[in-house]
């Protein structure tokens, strides 16, 4: 199976930036796309923004602008850059990693982000 390790989480202040890291292992050679979700208290998980194999990326309305996704596929590690962070984007941020051959999913165990003064 695959495995995943969030790192990066942590407390800024509004305006302020994180960078996010998504360690995979495993079979990794076949995750068809990764990509990040988070839950804010009391809500429910969304989708920030996902990449697939060959590099193709999506992103929320909500953050479309100050995040981005990336890949390094020798360190088998997906990135979330965020700058201009607000109060809203405070949730559990989770590691997404999808096996459409499979059929199959993963999931990691949550990074907090927390956004305040």
């Known amino acids: 199976q695959v495995q995943l390790v969030e790192s990066g989480g942590g407390l800024v202040q509004p305006g302020g930036s994180l960078r996010l890291s998504c360690a995979a292992s495993g079979p990794i050679f076949s995750i068809s796309s990764m990509g990040w979700y988070r839950q804010a208290l009391g809500r429910e998980r969304e989708l920030v923004a996902a990449?697939?194999?060959?590099?193709?990326?999506n992103y929320a309305d909500s953050v479309k602008g100050r995040f981005t996704i990336s890949r390094d596929n020798a360190k088998n590690t997906v990135y979330l850059q965020m700058n201009s962070l607000k109060p809203e984007d405070t949730a559990v941020y989770y590691c997404h990693a999808v096996v459409h051959a499979a059929g199959s999913d993963f999931w990691g165990k949550g990074t907090l982000v927390t956004v305040s003064v």
């Open positions: 990449i697939t194999n060959v590099g193709s990326t």
